[in-house]
């Protein structure tokens, strides 16, 4: 059995402070949990502060074009289904210029899990306006405040047809590593948007802030992630942000549907190269 040190490669250099040293840790003690070796996991980033994640973690890591990490990370999926994929995206990469991407993996229950760092804001790139910064946040982009209203992914991500939908909090790694090892074993496209503060650029919405403003959707024991009206109805009434489990579905994998025979050399991973179809294609591009 590994430990979290098997995946530890080295010393993140975020800000002191920042959120996403327990989404570092949460990986990690899920990586343990689901008994993974360190070449069974990839990570794929886009651009921004969470994208340093694949740098201090021992996995396969691919940092993406800022708002690609989908794409990269269905297609590693699609050729190599073996392999634990992790897609992690910040707010701005995620709902921002990746947002098509985020709605047809949705649909297409690709089965990868998507970490979503909401830090509302654009970190990497000094404070700006995010597509999940609050009304009136004043930020480089937006100094007389921002006048659009934010977007939440998770409600986006139920309208799409998510399977698996979860919101956790990097000031409580242990539930988030949690979120994401059933999101890691749910046969699909499952979604874990973290809240996560920006101690450098975000002086509204803090740490402090997200404790005082969450509530656990499994506080109140009637509540059940398997029934639709009631996961839209906690995603959109009431002032506090829902936190925990919020929707769980079964559904075939896409790559159930595209491969399902058995013989596919995608299915036994058989990756070798076929030199000779190789060649007659790389003939025709001559
Ligand atoms: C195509 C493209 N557009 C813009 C940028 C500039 N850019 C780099 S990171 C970033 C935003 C980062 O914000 P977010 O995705 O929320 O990540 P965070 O830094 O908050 O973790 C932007 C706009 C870029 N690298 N590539
Ligand atoms: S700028 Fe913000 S998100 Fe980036 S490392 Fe610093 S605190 Fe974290």
New binding site residues.
């Given amino acids: 059995m590994k430990k979290e040190k098997d995946f530890h490669l080295s010393d993140p250099t975020w800000c002191k402070g920042c959120g ?1 040293y327990g989404i570092f840790a949460a990986l990690k003690k899920a990586a343990v949990t689901l008994d993974l070796d360190p070449e069974e996991l990839v990570l794929v980033t ?6 340093r994640l694949n740098n201090h973690i021992k996995a396969y890591g691919f940092h993406a ?3 690609r990490t989908l794409p990269v990370a269905s297609g590693i999926k699609l050729s190599n289904h073996s392999l634990s994929v992790v897609g992690i ?6 709902y ?2 990746g947002l098509g991407h985020f709605i047809h993996a949705m649909r297409q229950n690709i089965d990868i899990t998507y970490l979503v ?1 909401d ?1 509302r ?5 000094q404070g ?1 306006t ?1 597509p999940t910064s609050h009304m009136g946040y004043v930020s480089p982009s937006a100094p007389y405040g921002t006048k659009e209203s934010p977007l939440d992914g998770p409600q986006l991500a139920l309208v799409s047809g998510g399977t698996f939908i979860a919101r956790g909090f990097s000031g409580d790694p242990k539930q988030l590593a949690s979120l994401i090892e059933k999101g890691m074993t749910h046969r699909g496209f499952s979604l874990i948007e973290i809240l996560s503060p ?1 101690v450098t650029h975000n002086k509204v919405i803090t740490n402090h802030w997200f404790r005082e403003n969450i509530t656990q959707v499994d506080e109140n024991p009637e509540f059940n992630p398997k029934n639709k009206t009631q996961a839209w109805e906690r995603l959109t009434k009431g002032d506090k942000i829902p936190v925990g489990l919020i929707y769980v579905e079964e559904k075939p994998s896409y790559g159930k549907l595209v491969l399902p025979d058995k013989d596919h050399p995608l299915v036994y991973n058989d990756l070798s190269l076929d030199t000779e179809r190789f060649e007659k294609i790389m003939e025709e591009f001559k």
Avoid at 89 to 94: E, K, L, N, P, V
């Fill in positions: 996403i886009g651009i921004g502060c969470h994208g074009l800022h708002g995206s910040g707010d701005g990469d995620g921002s210029i760092v830090n804001l654009y970190a990497l790139t700006q995010s920006c």
